[in-house]
């Protein structure tokens, strides 16, 4: 069994700053890549960031220059360090693992976090 945990969200003022955690556990041998979603009240889930196989990283423009998406020492762990808070962030953000290889006998697994609520409001 292979499970994501989401941390540090909360509320915050507009224009202040969170950082979320999130750490894979579980009979793991590699994780490919792992990102962030967000889900606001009414809305789609959103791709937020992604980051991949030589510290590749992806994000929404709507994001883009506030937020910063970095992997742990053991690469089980991804952060989000979100800068310059808007109300329209506001959402349940959701960990993402792609392309996990559990210990043998292999297997590929994609796992998605419980998530975690962000509100920014003052």
């Known amino acids: 069994q292979v499970q994501l945990v989401e941390s540090g969200g909360g509320l915050v003022q507009p224009g202040g700053s969170l950082r979320l955690s999130c750490a894979a556990s579980?009979?793991?041998?590699?994780?490919?890549?792992m990102g962030w979603y967000r889900q606001a009240p009414g809305k789609e889930r959103e791709l937020v960031a992604t980051i991949a196989r030589g510290d590749r990283t992806n994000y929404a423009d709507s994001v883009k220059g506030r937020f910063t998406i970095s992997l742990g020492n053991t690469k089980n762990t991804v952060y989000l360090q979100m800068n310059s808070l808007k109300p329209e962030d506001t959402a349940v953000y959701y960990c993402?693992?792609?392309?996990?290889?559990?210990?043998?006998?292999?297997?590929?697994?994609?796992?998605w976090g419980q998530g975690t609520l962000v509100t920014v409001s003052s």
């Open positions: 993402n693992a792609g392309g996990i290889t559990t210990m043998p006998p292999f297997r590929s697994l994609e796992v």
């Open positions: 579980g009979s793991i041998f590699s994780v490919n890549g």
